[in-house]
C-alpha cells in the first residue's frame, strides 16, 4: 500500500483508530460478560466455588488442589463478598478502557475533505 495522496495516509490512522477501537469494545463486552455471569451467580455457592477455581491456573495441579480445599472452606457470605469484590474491579476496567478509546470523528471528516479536493 503507497501513500501518495495525504488523504491515504488520514485514512489509515483512521482505519487503525477503529481497530483499536473494536479491540476495546470487545475487552468491555468480554468483562461485562464476567459481571453478568458473577450476578446470576451471586447466591449460588457451588457456581462461584467453580468460577474461582476455573479462574485459578490450570498449569499447577496440587496447588489448584489446595485451592479447591480452600474454597470449599469459604461461607456462602465469602464467597459473594469475592463475587462482589471481583465484580468491582470489572466495572473499573471497563471505566479504564473507555479512555483507550480514539474519538477519530474529526478525522473521518478532514479525510472525506481531502477526497473531495483530491488530495
Known amino acids: ?42 447466591y449460588n455457592s457451588d457456581a462461584l466455588r467453580k468460577y474461582f477455581l476455573d479462574c485459578f491456573s490450570k498449569n499447577n495441579f496440587i496447588a489448584r488442589l489446595i485451592y479447591a480445599q480452600q ?23 471497563i471505566n479504564n478502557l473507555d479512555f483507550s478509546k480514539i474519538d477519530n470523528m474529526s478525522l473521518k471528516v478532514i479525510v472525506q475533505e481531502l477526497k473531495a479536493v483530491g488530495k
Open 1 to 42: 500500500m503507497y501513500f501518495r495522496k495525504l488523504s491515504d495516509i488520514g485514512d489509515a490512522c483512521d482505519k487503525m483508530a477503529d481497530v483499536n477501537n473494536y479491540i476495546v469494545d470487545n475487552k468491555k463486552q468480554k468483562l461485562k460478560d464476567e459481571i453478568d455471569l458473577l450476578w446470576e451467580n451471586r
Open 71 to 93: 474454597l470449599r472452606s469459604y461461607t456462602a457470605k465469602k464467597l459473594y463478598d469475592m463475587a462482589e469484590s471481583r465484580a468491582n474491579v470489572f466495572y473499573r476496567r
